[in-house]
C-alpha cells in the first residue's frame, strides 16, 4: 500500500498574500535508522500565516530545525524568496527568518531590552574596531537599535518591564519577549514553535492577537501548535504531519473534518497512514514467518 498524502486545492489566498516567502521541497531528515521527516514539501507565501500540526513526535520541530539551518536535511532543499539556503542558522536569520523554540530560550540574566538587543546583532553593521573605541558610527547606530527595540517592546506589550530580568518575566511574558527578540532580525518569516504552550486562555487570545499584527506589519508566519483552536481560528492554511509525513495540506475547514486528520490525533488506524505500508510488510511477514530473516538490510558492511 503506498501512502498517498493529499493536498487540498490552493485556498484562495487571503488579500494581500504574494510571491513564495519558503519553499521548502523533499525535505527528509534521518536519525540513524529513524526518518524523522519524509519528503515534505512546503510553501509559505507574503500575508499568510501557516500552521503546522501534528501528534507528538511527528516530526513538527525537526522540520523547523531543517529550514532554520540547525539540521543540514538529509535530503531536499529550502528556498527562502527564490534563494537556497546555507545550512547554518545565523545566516539564515541573517537572510530572513527568524523562530522561537518550544523550551523558551532567553538570556535569563539579561534585561528584556538587552535580549531584544541581542536579537538586532544580524541587522547592525558596525564591526568590532568602532564598537571597541565607540565611534560616533558604533553610537548612532546603538541609539538606532534601541529605539527599534523599544518599538517592538511597546508592539508586544513589553515595554514597561524593559528593565526587568528575563528570568523574572511571568511564563506568557516570557514567550512574548522571544517573539520580540526573534522580531529584532526584522524577518520577512517568522517561524513559532508552540508559541501558546503553557498560557493561560487570555493570553492565548493575546497571542492571537499579536501573530495576526506580526502579519498586517508584513511578515508571514509558520505556527506550530497543538492547541487546535488557536491554530484554526488563526492560520490561512494548515499541514499536517503524521510519522513525519504530510498527511494533508488545505484550509482549517478542510483539516479539521478530515476524518484522517481527526484518526491520527486518536490514535486510531487508518487506510493510507503515513508508515502503514511498512506495518503492513511487516505483518505480511509475520504471518508467512518470514519475519526477522533479512537482517542485513540497511547496515553497513
Ligand atoms: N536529534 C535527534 N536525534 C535522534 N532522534 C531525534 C532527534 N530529534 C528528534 N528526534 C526524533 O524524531 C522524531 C520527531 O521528533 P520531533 O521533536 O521533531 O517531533 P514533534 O512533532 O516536534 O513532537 P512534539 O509535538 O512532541 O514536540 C521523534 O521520534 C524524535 O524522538
Redesign the pocket.
Known amino acids: 500500500m503506498t501512502t498517498t498524502p493529499t493536498t487540498d486545492s490552493a485556498p484562495a489566498p487571503r488579500s494581500g498574500t504574494g510571491g513564495a516567502v519558503l519553499e521548502a521541497s523533499g525535505v527528509t531528515m534521518r536519525?540513524g535508522g529513524?526518518t524523522?521527516v519524509r519528503d515534505v514539501d512546503l510553501t509559505v507565501r507574503a500575508g499568510e500565516i501557516v500552521g503546522l500540526i501534528?501528534p507528538?513526535?511527528?516530526?513538527?520541530?525537526?522540520?523547523f530545525n531543517c529550514l532554520t539551518g540547525l539540521y543540514i536535511p538529509t535530503e531536499g532543499t529550502v528556498r527562502y524568496k527564490g534563494t537556497v539556503l546555507p545550512h547554518r542558522s545565523h545566516l539564515v536569520t541573517q537572510a530572513g527568518i527568524a523562530r522561537t523554540f518550544?523550551n523558551i530560550r532567553l538570556f535569563a540574566n539579561m534585561t528584556v531590552l538587552e535580549n531584544v538587543l541581542v536579537g538586532r546583532h544580524t541587522r547592525t553593521h558596525e564591526g568590532l574596531l568602532s564598537a571597541l573605541v565607540r565611534g560616533p558610527g558604533f553610537r548612532r547606530a546603538e541609539r538606532d537599535s534601541e529605539q527599534r527595540a523599544m518599538e517592538l517592546l511597546d508592539f508586544t506589550g513589553l515595554a514597561a518591564k524593559r528593565d526587568h530580568l528575563a528570568r523574572n518575566l511571568p511564563y506568557g511574558e516570557q514567550r512574548k519577549l522571544e517573539i520580540a527578540r526573534a522580531l529584532a532580525s526584522e524577518p520577512g518569516l517568522l517561524l513559532l514553535d508552540e508559541p501558546t504552550a503553557g498560557m493561560t486562555a487570555i493570553e492565548t487570545t493575546a497571542t492571537r492577537e499579536l501573530v495576526l499584527a506580526i502579519r498586517e506589519q508584513g511578515t508571514a508566519v509558520l505556527v506550530?501548535e497543538?492547541d487546535m483552536r488557536f491554530i484554526f481560528n488563526l492560520c490561512d492554511r494548515v499541514a499536517v504531519?503524521v510519522q513525519g509525513q504530510k498527511l494533508i495540506e488545505g484550509t482549517p475547514e478542510t483539516v479539521q473534518n478530515d476524518d484522517r486528520v481527526i484518526a491520527a490525533y486518536l490514535g486510531t488506524p487508518f487506510d493510507g497512514e503515513p508508515g502503514e505500508a511498512e506495518a503492513a510488510e511487516v505483518r505480511a511477514a509475520e504471518q508467512t514467518g518470514t519475519a526477522g530473516t533479512d537482517t542485513t538490510q540497511g547496515k553497513a558492511d
Open positions: 536519525f529513524l524523522a501534528g507528538n513526535g511527528a516530526g513538527k520541530t525537526t522540520f518550544q506550530i497543538h504531519l
